[in-house]
Structures are given as structure tokens and as C-alpha cells.
T-cell receptor, first 109, second 114 residues
Framework: GQNIDQPTEMTATEGAIVQINCTYQTSGFNGLFWYQQHAGEAPTFLSYNVLDGLEEKGRFSSFLSRSKGYSYLLLKELQMKDSASYLCAVIENDYKLSFGAGTTVTVRA | TAGITQAPTSQILAAGRSMTLRCTQDMRHNAMYWYRQDLGLGLRLIHYSNTAGTTGKGEVPDGYSVSRANTDDFPLTLASAVPSQTSVYFC?????????????FGPGTRLLVL
């Protein structure tokens, strides 16, 4: 079974930094994805972590600690277009993705 | 490049009726997936196919069937729709079914079962 937890909503100001946490208790672990989903649109790939540590990609960074069952997505220099849902997804032993419910981030001017 | 297309974009369906949601990808990906997305529950896997000619059950397969006659197409059929199948349905694909590869999602089909 799986249990993937992330906050439901977060609000931040344009230009600020927001950190979205994801904790998981799953049947095995083979990697973790973060996806971005704008309202009414399809999810799109942001990052993939399989080893512990920080992966940086422009304004977005993702961190993984396998021993703690914990990841976070860091969004820097927030822009209005970053208002979206952010989905944490874990690859379990059967090599299928299990998704958290998503975190809706609202960026205010 | 089209990527993944889904049809219809949205549909209102009477309970008890059948319907097929279509999904086509032009990336020659081996693996394809069907998810449903419901408020507060996130994306849940319905069925998947690791390669043409094979299919498997996901987390919530009841009431749904799939086929994979070729690499490009992966239709999802609701044999007798019920209101609890009201949802947004996303098709996705990845180069292989190994799990560690990025999945690419279609634009979704919004289904309302009355």
C-alpha cells in the first residue's frame, strides 16, 4: 500500500520562495517524481530523484532523503505563472507511480 | 509533434451506457497508462500496458477495460457507466514500463455520469 502526504494548499508572494514537503510510506522505493499541473491541464514533469540529495534545475530544486521517506520541492523567485498544483509521486516495488493528492500553490502579487 | 491526444475532451453520459475513451500517442512509447483524477485523491492508476499486446490492472480497475492492439493506441472502455465514474481521465505514456522513466500525459477527458 502507499501513503503519500503533502500539504493541500500554500500561498506565497511573487518573488518569494516556497517549499512543498512530501512524506511517503510506500511498498518499496525506486524513485520520486514531482509534476506541475495548471488548472484544467495535464501534469507536466518537473524533476526526478532516486538518490539522496538536492537536484537543482533553474528556479526549481528537489530534495530527497530516502531514510526519512521525505522529499521537498523548492520554488525560488516565484512568478505568477507558478500558481498551479504540484504532485509528488513515488515509484513503488511494482514500478508503478503512486501519486499524492497534490499541493495547490497560489502566488499573490 | 502531437505527443498524446485524447478524445473526447469532455462528455456527459447517462448511467448504464457504455463509452470508450480514446488515447493515441505518436512518440513510439512502449508503455501507456490510464489514470483518473478526483478532487482530494490525486491521480489513481486504472490500467496500464507495458507493451503492445499486454495489459495490467492498476489500483482502481473495476468497471473499466482496456486493450492494446498496437503501440500507438490505448482505449479505455466503461461497459456500464455509474455516477462514481464521474472524473477527469488522463492517459499517459513512457518510453518503457520500467517506472523510472518520465510519464507524459494527455490533455484529459472530463466525464460526467448522470
Amino acid at each position: 500500500g502507499q501513503n503519500i502526504d503533502q500539504p493541500t494548499e500554500m500561498t506565497a508572494t511573487e518573488g518569494a520562495i516556497v517549499q512543498i514537503n512530501c512524506t511517503y510510506q510506500t511498498s518499496g522505493f525506486n524513485g520520486l517524481f514531482w509534476y506541475q499541473q495548471h488548472a484544467g491541464e495535464a501534469p507536466t514533469f518537473l524533476s526526478y530523484n532516486v538518490l539522496d540529495g538536492l537536484e537543482e534545475k533553474g528556479r526549481f530544486s528537489s530534495f530527497l532523503s530516502r531514510s526519512k521517506g521525505y522529499s521537498y520541492l523548492l520554488l525560488k523567485e516565484l512568478q505568477m505563472k507558478d500558481s498551479a498544483s504540484y504532485l509528488c509521486a513515488v515509484i513503488e516495488n511494482d514500478y508503478k507511480l503512486s501519486f499524492g493528492a497534490g499541493t495547490t500553490v497560489t502566488v499573490r502579487a | 509533434t502531437a505527443g498524446i491526444t485524447q478524445a473526447p475532451t469532455s462528455q456527459i453520459l447517462a448511467a448504464g451506457r457504455s463509452m470508450t475513451l480514446r488515447c493515441t500517442q505518436d512518440m513510439r512509447h512502449n508503455a501507456m497508462y490510464w489514470y483518473r483524477q478526483d478532487l482530494g485523491l490525486g491521480l489513481r492508476l486504472i490500467h496500464y500496458s507495458n507493451t503492445a499486446g499486454t495489459t495490467g490492472k492498476g489500483e482502481v480497475p473495476d468497471g473499466y477495460s482496456v486493450s492494446r492492439a498496437n503501440t500507438d493506441d490505448f482505449p479505455l472502455t466503461l461497459a456500464s457507466a455509474v455516477p462514481s465514474q464521474t472524473s477527469v481521465y488522463f492517459c499517459a505514456s513512457s518510453a518503457s514500463g520500467g517506472g523510472m522513466e518520465t510519464q507524459y500525459f494527455g490533455p484529459g477527458t472530463r466525464l460526467l455520469v448522470l
